[in-house]
């Protein structure tokens, strides 16, 4: 799925009339194979590996290009910097359990949960197009 995500964003690049460079590609292929959230400077870490002239500058560009082009999502949990996360067409919808002591992030699908929100979205009316559900609390580890 990669290859195809890498494909995508390259002709989502090109459509913008913007160069695909070398460095927005390591970017976009380092990104693309995580399968968690990652910081902006996390993914940094990773591309200088591969390229010590990336910048943080051209990550957060790089993931705004991705976010803009339906591969990449971005979260906000509680007041930290934003988290991205691949979004892979191939990756069903889920939602998040955010420790509030260690960071944790767990990702979780709940067909009940799902089901519930569409009878109160109907049962007010409202179309609903999309959600996101965040639950904070502590961990089981945290809590031991």
């Known amino acids: 799925m990669t290859k195809e995500a890498e494909k995508k964003f390259h002709d989502y690049v090109s459509g913008l ?3 695909a460079t070398r460095q ?4 976009a292929h380092e990104f693309l194979k995580e399968h968690g959230h990652l910081s902006a400077e996390a993914l940094l870490e ?9 910048s943080l500058a051209t990550v957060y560009r790089t993931l705004k290009l991705l976010e803009e082009s ?5 979260h906000r949990f509680s007041d930290e ?10 990756e069903s919808h889920h939602d998040h359990l955010i420790c509030l002591k260690c960071g944790k992030i767990i990702e979780f699908v709940d ?6 929100q569409e009878k109160v979205a109907l049962k007010h009316g409202f179309a609903s ?3 996101r559900l965040e639950l904070y609390g502590n961990c089981s580890d945290c809590r031991e």
């Not at 990773?46 to 990336?54: A, L, P, Q, S, T």
């Not at 339906?70 to 971005?74: D, T």
């Not at 067909?111 to 519930?116: G, Y």
Request: glycine fraction near 8%.
């Open 129 to 131: 197009q999309w959600h």
């Open 24 to 27: 927005r590609e390591v970017i």
């Open 46 to 54: 990773r591309v200088r590996v591969i390229d010590k002239g990336i």
């Open 70 to 74: 339906g591969l990449a999502s971005s």
């Open 17 to 19: 009339g913007l160069k």
């Open 111 to 116: 067909a009940q949960i799902e089901k519930l």
């Open 81 to 90: 910097h934003a988290l991205f996360e691949p979004k892979l067409e191939a």
